[in-house]
């Protein structure tokens, strides 16, 4: 459930243009969920390869371009939901997310266009027995 969130919030980001690259910024998105106990402690980049996040077409010809983090998926996407979902000392579960699969992209269709994206993770919980 709350991955799926976290792929509504990724498909509704703001996307800003440099040369042939569309950079995702996470600045003014926000997270909000109800008696949250997780906290994320970090994100790591469980991805073959680490493709590209996804295609966008831009402007009138539907000119594609890659989709990316500025500073990378590990750093921005653990900065973030360090923000939006921190850690707790007393109740909480601290997490570390594996991203399998991230996948941001659009479907034109006539004057339309919608936003998409896919997130798969793996959640890891440190317990208190090691």
């Given at each position: 459930m709350k991955l799926f969130l976290l792929a509504a919030?990724?498909?509704g980001?703001?996307?800003s243009a440099?040369?042939?690259t569309y950079y995702l910024d996470l600045t003014n998105q926000a997270l909000t969920l109800s008696d949250n106990t997780l906290g994320v402690e970090q994100v790591v980049d469980g991805r073959a390869g680490q493709p590209p996040i996804g295609i966008v077409y831009r402007g009138l010809n539907g000119k594609s371009a890659a989709v990316a983090f500025r500073q990378g998926l590990e750093t921005e996407l653990t900065s973030f939901l360090q923000i939006q979902l921190p850690v707790r000392a007393a109740g909480g579960h601290t997490v570390v997310l594996c991203v399998r699969s991230l996948h941001i992209g659009?479907?034109?269709g006539g004057?339309?266009?919608q936003a998409i994206a896919e997130l798969t993770a793996d959640v890891y919980e440190q317990l208190t027995d090691g």
């Open positions: 919030l990724l498909a980001v703001s996307l440099r040369a042939q659009e479907i034109m004057k339309k266009q």
